[in-house]
């Protein structure tokens, strides 16, 4: 296998994304303090999830050899099936769609629609499932596969998987990839050229909407039960047996268990103290072929390709408050505006105002908005936002919605992201995984952190002036040995 980019060249770039990285992390402190103020308790934050699978990356299980051709030179990758180990039992299949960025060992994924993903703005995203539905491990019959795609003998299982993500990266990555082996070149050339767009399948479990809120003695929701299980459980809140919140039906009735369609609610008591609680739903069902996987820690994008029965979840929370605004908070990836989408829906009785990356947002009673917040392929972000009465609502993780490592800044000139891939087989498995680098947001310990975050600030812009320094410096030691060699 072919390295993707040379020691020195790696190190140079990884120093970069390091600087570049934390100084992005200290903005992003910022902003996150400039809203958070202080509270009592704080909500654990995650990138942001909309419910359904949850899984650990296992490896490249069933693969074979393909040579991808860029800029660089050509490249030898490993193409084909891996394999992930469900949260709470199952087994997924799945194969990837970035092929420049490698794949972490343990890497933690879960399902996502594909506007969280660089499917996003894919067109030929529809042309991928296809691909899935109707080639291996969905199509087992080998005999049967090889004939339709013309391949003259066998098709082993290996075959079949390389050929089938050769396939897929034509159209996920718009990438200059050939199997090695000729039927699976045969293969992926057939499921390319009878390629038809399908529809973005469903999630496996999702609820709309994912935060609620309201005032004691209410029913508050409803949150919708959105999956293909053939029902679910209902986990009341931790505790309460102490807070006398119950998850009810339309008719004010305790349920534990709910389908397709079915609204549920918090019913919180009369006279209860402000405060907030978290509904858990779960599932038993096989994940829908073709829905995407993101990792938290900027590992390979992942499309799902088999299923065995899995477990699935999702949860929901509620805030109620007796006056004053009360917020309902929840977020959402949108890869199309590159960012992260904040949705706040207020049914208090007052404005409910909060501040991040320096812009101050105020959202009127009775009233919702969601705010875009921008970020940089590859970048950490850390939110956290006060709800009064309630405890802090945070938002981590890294924004991944391009495939490529460069682009264009539209003059031609080639601009480096931070989405490099590290010195392993491109397609491949990574020895270690990143590193989150974002600050966490306020607390009571807001000065403290305040502090370290424009200490971030600092020494990020010093590092940048450092890597440019030593670049700077390169480049004129490579300019004169040139000049030598050509004297």
């Known amino acids: ?60 299980k069933t693969y074979g050899a393909a040579v991808l051709h860029d800029a660089t030179g050509d490249q030898d990758v490993s193409a084909g099936l891996f394999e992930m180990s469900v949260d709470g039992g199952g087994t997924l299949q799945t194969y990837c769609v970035d092929v420049q960025n490698p794949t972490q060992r343990d890497a933690r994924y879960h399902e996502t629609p594909w506007s969280g993903t660089s499917l996003a703005a894919n067109k030929q995203a529809g042309k991928i ?8 491990p969905q199509v087992n019959d080998l005999a049967s596969l090889a004939a339709k795609a013309g391949v003259k003998g066998a098709l082993t299982e290996q075959d079949a998987a390389a050929g089938t993500q050769v396939a897929i990266w034509r159209y996920s990555d718009g990438a200059d990839v050939d199997a090695v082996d000729p039927g699976a070149e045969k293969l992926a050339d057939y499921l390319e050229k009878s390629a038809v767009s399908l529809p973005e399948p469903t999630g496996s479990l999702t609820l709309d909407p994912p935060a609620v809120s309201g ?37 004010g009735e305790a349920i534990t268990s709910a389908a397709d369609g079915s609204q549920v609610f918090f019913d919180v008591p009369k006279g209860a103290a402000d405060g907030s609680a978290e509904l858990t739903v779960g599932a038993s069902t096989t994940v829908p072929v073709g829905r995407a996987l993101v990792s938290e820690s900027r590992s390979q994008t992942q499309i799902l390709a088999g299923s065995s029965e899995s477990t699935v979840s999702a949860t929901a929370s509620a805030t109620w408050a007796t006056q004053g605004a009360v917020p309902a908070l929840s977020a959402v990836t949108n890869c199309a505006k590159s960012g992260l989408d904040i949705t706040a829906v207020n049914t208090g009785d007052e404005a409910f105002g909060f501040t991040l990356m320096g812009a101050a947002y105020s959202i009127p009673a009775q009233a919702s908005r969601t705010v875009t917040v921008p970020l940089q392929e590859d970048q950490a972000y850390d939110f956290a936002i006060s709800a009064p009465g309630g ?18 800044d539209g003059t031609g000139t080639a601009t480096q992201t931070l989405s490099e891939p590290s010195p392993a087989t491109v397609g491949g498995v990574a020895d270690d995984t990143t590193t989150n680098l974002a600050a966490t947001g306020g607390s009571t310990a807001t000065p403290l952190i305040a502090g370290l975050a424009i200490a971030f600030v ?22 004169k040995a040139g000049g030598a060699r050509q004297g």
């Open 1 to 60: 296998m072919l390295s993707v980019f040379s020691v020195s060249s790696v190190r140079k770039r990884a120093t970069a994304r390091l600087a570049a990285v934390t100084l992005l992390s200290g903005f992003l402190a910022a902003g996150a303090l400039a809203g958070a103020g202080t509270a009592a308790a704080e909500e654990t934050g995650t990138a942001p999830r909309q419910g359904g699978v949850a899984a650990t990356m296992g490896g490249l």
């Open 129 to 136: 499932r296809w691909i899935l539905r109707n080639s291996y």
């Open 215 to 251: 005032h004691p003695g209410e029913l508050l929701g409803p949150v919708t039960v959105h999956t293909d299980a053939n029902g679910v459980t209902l986990t009341p809140p931790a505790d309460a047996a102490t807070t006398g919140v119950r998850i009810v039906g339309k008719d």
């Open 391 to 408: 405890p802090e609502k945070r938002f981590s993780g890294v924004l991944d919605c391009k495939t490529q490592s460069s682009e264009t």
């Open 458 to 479: 600092v020494i990020g812009g010093a590092a940048l002036v450092v890597v440019r320094k030593r670049e700077e410096e390169a480049a004129a030691a490579a300019g």
